[in-house]
């Protein structure tokens, strides 16, 4: 069975910075893509970020760009995402996810993580 933990979510200022880890079950996480999402009270679920297998790609929302880094340590089935410069938008519930298929992208219809909580106050 696949599990995927987040870890690290907390109450920030504004301009402060968290780490969220996202850690994963299963002898074969460095064949797959991990990515985080980001839902927020009252909107829909949006891409935060995602890291491909052997973390040489990345993407990144454009919201986040230059504020967040995601990568992996795949030694310890693990991937992190660091978030610094944090403002209020980026009070969320955040999850992480991965594909049902290793080498693929499809987060979206994968397994899922249950959250952690991220407040940014002003």
């Known amino acids: 069975q696949v599990q995927l933990v987040e870890s690290g979510g907390g109450l920030v200022q504004a301009g402060g910075s968290l780490r969220l880890s996202c850690a994963a079950s299963?002898?074969?996480?460095?064949?797959?893509?991990v990515g985080w999402f980001r839902q927020a009270s009252g909107k829909g679920r949006e891409f935060v970020a995602s890291?491909?297998?052997?973390?040489?790609?990345?993407y990144y929302a454009d919201s986040v760009k230059g504020r967040f880094t995601i990568s992996r340590d795949n030694a310890k089935n693990t991937v992190y995402l660091q978030m610094n410069s944090l403002v209020p938008e980026d009070t969320a519930v955040y999850y992480c996810?991965?594909?049902?298929?290793?080498?693929?992208?499809?987060?979206?219809?994968?397994?899922w993580g249950l959250g952690t909580q991220v407040t940014v106050s002003s």
């Open positions: 996810a991965r594909p049902r298929t290793p080498y693929t992208d499809s987060l979206q219809s994968g397994y």
């Open positions: 299963g002898r074969t996480f460095s064949t797959y893509t």
């Open positions: 890291v491909s297998w052997n973390g040489g790609k990345t």
